[in-house]
C-alpha cells in the first residue's frame, strides 16, 4: 500500500459521483489511469461485472493500459514497450472503423487523467480519426497512432508535484514544464526503432508556425 494524494482522491470522487453504477470494465479503465497509482476500486456484490465486456471500453482500456507501462518505463529510464504500443494501436484502428464516435465518446467520459495518460490517449484517437478521414492508408493511421500515443512521453520526467499542480505554475516551475517536449524526444531517440516522426512529434507538437511555442521559440 502507498499513500495517495489529496488531488488523486478528488478526481476519483469526480468520476464516481458523476454515475450511480460503475462497471467492472469501468472500473479498470480507472484504476490504470497514471494519475491514480495506489487506489484499488472494488465493486459492491451488486454491481455489473461485465459479463458482456464492450470491445470499444476494452480499446481505451489497452490505451490507458500501454500509456501507463511508456510513462513508467520513461520515469525509470528503461525501453520503452513499443511493441506493446504497435499492438494496441492495431488493435484499436477496427474499433475507430465499427463506431468511431462511441470510442471518442467513451474515452471523454470515462477517463480520469486530464494531463498525461488520458490527454494523450483522446490525441491518439483523435489523430487517427483524421487520417482515417482524409483516406490515408492503414499504415499511415498506425503510423499517426503511435506519434499520439508517444507525444508526451516527456511528461513522464516532470516531477509529480509539477505535473499535476492545480495552482498556477511558478516561473521556475513552468521552465520545468516547458522541457517537456525535449526530453521526450531525447527518451524517443534512445531507441532506434521509434519511429522518426514520432521523434518530431514528440519534440514539436507546441512549436507554432508564428515562431512562438516551446521548448525552443
Not at 5 to 25: C, K, M, N, Q
Not at 63 to 68: G, P, V
Not at 90 to 113: F, G, K, N, Q
Not at 173 to 200: F, T, Y
Amino acid at each position: 500500500r502507498q499513500l495517495v494524494d489529496g488531488p488523486a482522491l478528488e478526481r476519483v470522487f469526480t468520476v464516481l459521483s458523476a454515475r450511480e453504477r460503475l462497471t467492472h470494465e469501468e472500473a479498470l479503465v480507472i484504476r490504470r489511469s497514471a494519475a491514480l497509482n495506489g487506489i484499488e476500486l472494488q465493486l459492491a456484490d451488486d454491481c455489473e461485472q461485465g459479463e458482456s465486456a464492450n470491445p470499444r471500453l476494452a480499446g481505451l482500456q489497452d490505451l490507458t493500459a500501454t500509456l501507463h507501462e511508456q510513462h513508467v518505463a520513461a520515469a525509470r529510464g528503461q525501453a520503452l514497450p513499443l511493441d506493446a504500443t504497435a499492438s494496441t494501436v492495431a488493435r484499436t484502428l477496427p474499433l475507430l472503423a465499427a463506431d468511431p464516435a462511441a470510442l471518442l465518446s467513451i474515452a471523454r467520459d470515462h477517463e480520469v487523467d486530464q494531463f498525461t495518460v488520458g490527454h494523450s490517449a483522446r490525441v491518439a484517437v483523435l489523430a487517427m480519426l483524421v487520417v482515417k478521414g482524409l483516406g490515408m492508408p492503414r499504415e499511415t493511421q498506425h503510423l499517426v497512432g503511435t506519434c499520439g500515443l508517444l507525444h508526451d512521453i516527456g511528461k513522464a520526467r516532470i516531477p509529480d508535484d509539477i505535473l499535476f499542480k492545480r495552482s498556477r505554475l511558478s516561473t521556475e516551475e513552468w521552465a520545468w514544464m516547458a522541457e517537456h517536449p525535449r526530453l521526450g524526444a531525447e527518451i524517443l531517440l534512445q531507441d532506434p526503432d521509434v519511429p522518426k516522426e514520432a521523434v518530431g512529434v514528440a519534440f514539436g507538437h507546441h512549436l507554432r508556425p508564428n515562431g512562438r511555442g516551446y521548448p525552443r521559440n
